[in-house]
C-alpha cells in the first residue's frame, strides 16, 4: 500500500552536485521516517542518511558527511538527498526507503519495510 518512487539521477563528473527525490505514495508521510541507502558494484548495501517525522534530526553516514545532506517536505510527501563533490567512489544504486519508527533515526535495512526501485549515480572521474 505504500510506493516509493526515486528520481534525479544520472552521470555527473567528479566534484559535480546532485540532488536526489523520493515520493512516497500511500499512507500518513508524517509518521514516517525516511532514508537513503547505496549499493556499489561488488559491495553490500549501505546506510547513507536518515531523517524523522518532522525534519528536526538527521543523521549521515561518517563517510559523506559534509558532502551530502538529508531534508523533507511533507506537505509534498517528498524526501531528497543532496550530494555534493561527488567522487568516483560514490557511484552506486541510490534507493530511498520508508520507515515506520517516525520518532527514531534508523539506520539499519530491517527497520524500512517499504523500498523504492532505485536510481543509478555514476561519477566520472
Known amino acids: 500500500q505504500v510506493s516509493v518512487v526515486e528520481s534525479g539521477g544520472g552521470l555527473v563528473q567528479a566534484g559535480d552536485s546532485l540532488r536526489l527525490s523520493c515520493l512516497v505514495f500511500g499512507g500518513t508521510f508524517s509518521s514516517y521516517a525516511l532514508g537513503w541507502f547505496r549499493q556499489a558494484p561488488g559491495k553490500e548495501r549501505e546506510f547513507v542518511a536518515t531523517i524523522n517525522w518532522n525534519g528536526g534530526g538527521t543523521v549521515v553516514e561518517d563517510s559523506v558527511k559534509g558532502r551530502f545532506a538529508i531534508s523533507r517536505d511533507n506537505p509534498k510527501h517528498t524526501v531528497y538527498l543532496e550530494m555534493n563533490n561527488l567522487k568516483p567512489e560514490d557511484t552506486a544504486v541510490y534507493t530511498c526507503?520508508?520507515?515506520?519508527?517516525?520518532?527514531?533515526?534508523?539506520?539499519?535495512?530491517?527497520?524500512?519495510?517499504?523500498w523504492g526501485q532505485g536510481v543509478q549515480v555514476t561519477v566520472s572521474s
Open positions: 526507503a520508508v520507515s515506520l519508527r517516525f520518532w527514531e533515526l534508523p539506520r539499519t535495512e530491517n527497520e524500512y519495510p517499504y
